[in-house]
């Protein structure tokens, strides 16, 4: 049998299913490799202790199977709450947190048989596509060790590349899912809002631009993560029931004709040039699966997009975070980001969130009419490589300023503010070995079309399997 951090998720509950592995031994695999390789890269943190794991993985062996993860080591994004683990935020005011209950998709992971070993680093509260914290420090990339990985979930990225972990859940509000998997050459699919729900805290109404997601090095093993976070609860209004399992329905081949490039909005992006050049080369891939690929710009003023969804964003912000500002002991424990957001939403008025709610409302009608012509829309999933894992956020891209800590992820705001599906597909490597991707955004609810269309890309090219990042565990604890 192969080394078992080698195969996908999907091969590895099938070498369980006939015995031809253990959970001990899948467990046993993935510490090692855990412990050689994750110094140098902080993908994993709060890790449990070896001895506990491997008894909870000999358990699983006697108890047979319970589910699709069955047996499945898995470490959940450090925004989720999860029972008996340490569960940070990022956070310094939460460096010592242990939560007594799982957060939803703790508890849908654990139901479906996974083993919980620890968590995925992540940036303060998520916010910023570079994840770095003051409890765990920064996430490197696999590929590159002095480049970040991205993020919200770089952490989790990090770890699918390096092969740390079979599968990851994510999240994303402003492409927190899709930027760390291009930047890690991995999958990451930010599903239809509502399709995952969300846990009974804090508003469930209006807010509306963030959900969980799946991570995977390939789209059928997204796809059996989905099946098991997706499905309605009571509670959350916004929840919606998939048709279908996602998994068995990419059995069938995609019905995709023509495919809208938006590449930079007609120049509204700064985009580095290499970076367009790699998504438009790795469109000719659509071609050759019989789908048509065509330049569109949307006939919608992208600056508006921005200002409604630096609304909006702050809003949800200040009204969830509004309290740890509140209290100065807590508010001198946050970064400088988050108090700009609250800030920010504090001085929001209720009329300019209705019009940045109207803006968003516009754009998901004159996105839907495109979605008329075409089956699905591409853009880059990052404007810029993977930069210095050492700096905060990039000032610049392609000769532009930055006038905020998150402009320079602007590109993924039209499929997150008006809840799109959107996958990012890996797209090759630069000119010096650095990992990028571009995201294909659906219509709203047609998940399962996005990832058939993902599928058939993957099958096409497979960059996850044909280039993992060269890491040699004998010396990978001399990096940087």
Not at 33 to 40: D, L, M, Q, S
Not at 156 to 163: D, E, G, I, N, Y
Request: charged share 20%; glycine share 8%; aromatic share 8%.
């Amino acid at each position: 049998m192969n080394d078992p951090t080698s195969l996908d998720a999907i091969g590895l509950f099938r070498a369980l299913a006939v015995r031809d592995l253990s959970c001990a031994d899948v467990m046993s695999a993935y510490l090692d490799r855990i412990e050689a390789v994750n110094p140098a890269i902080n993908a994993i943190v709060s890790l449990r202790p070896r001895d506990e794991l491997l008894a909870e993985a000999r358990a699983a062996d006697i108890a047979g199977f319970r589910g699709a993860l069955h047996g499945l080591p898995i470490a959940v994004k450090d925004l989720v709450e999860v029972a008996g683990i340490r569960s940070t935020h990022g956070s310094p005011i939460f460096a010592d947190h242990v939560p007594a209950k799982d957060d939803l998709v703790a508890a849908r992971l654990r139901a479906a048989g996974a083993i919980l070993i620890g968590k995925t680093n992540t940036p303060e509260f998520g916010l910023g596509s570079h994840s770095y914290n003051p409890v765990h420090g920064v996430t490197r990339n696999p590929y590159e060790l002095s480049r970040t990985a991205g993020g919200s979930s770089g952490g989790a990225a990090a770890a699918l590349a390096a092969r740390l972990a079979p599968l990851a859940d994510g999240s994303d509000c402003m492409g927190s899912l899709r930027n760390p998997a291009a930047f890690c050459n991995v999958y990451g699919f930010r599903p239809s809002f509502g399709l995952v729900p969300r846990d009974p805290v804090g508003d469930l109404f209006f807010s509306q631009i963030a959900t969980e997601g799946p991570m995977a090095r390939t789209v059928r093993d997204l796809a059996l993560l989905l099946d098991v976070l997706a499905g309605p609860v009571a509670w959350d209004p916004h929840a919606t029931q998939p048709q279908r399992s996602f998994l068995h329905g990419l059995d069938g081949p995609h019905r995709a004709r023509r495919i809208g490039w938006i590449g930079d909005w007609n120049g509204y992006y700064p985009v580095e040039p290499e970076v367009l050049s790699m998504c438009e080369t790795a469109l000719k891939t659509f071609g050759d699966l019989g789908i048509e690929v065509e330049a569109v710009t949307p006939d919608f003023d992208a600056e508006r997009l921005w200002h409604a969804w630096l609304a909006l964003r702050a809003f949800a912000n200040a009204g969830g975070k509004r309290a740890l500002y509140e209290d100065p002991k807590t508010r001198a424990q946050l970064k400088p980001e988050l108090i700009w957001e609250i800030e920010r939403g504090l001085a929001v008025s209720a009329i300019e969130t209705y019009d940045a709610s109207v803006v968003r409302s516009s754009w998901y009608a004159a996105a839907a009419g495109l979605f008329d012509t075409y089956d699905a829309l591409v853009m880059p999933s990052a404007q810029l490589f993977p930069f210095d894992a050492g700096i905060t956020w990039p000032a610049s891209v392609a000769g532009r300023s930055m006038t905020t800590y998150h402009q320079w992820m602007e590109i993924v705001v039209p499929a997150s503010i008006a809840g799109l599906p959107a996958l990012n597909v890996p797209v090759g490597f630069s000119a010096s070995g650095l990992p990028m991707g571009m995201q294909i955004i659906g219509r709203r609810g047609g998940d399962l079309d996005v990832l058939k269309i993902g599928e058939a890309y993957h099958q096409a090219t497979r960059w996850p399997q044909r280039h993992p990042p060269e890491l040699d565990p004998s010396s990978v604890a001399s990096a940087p």
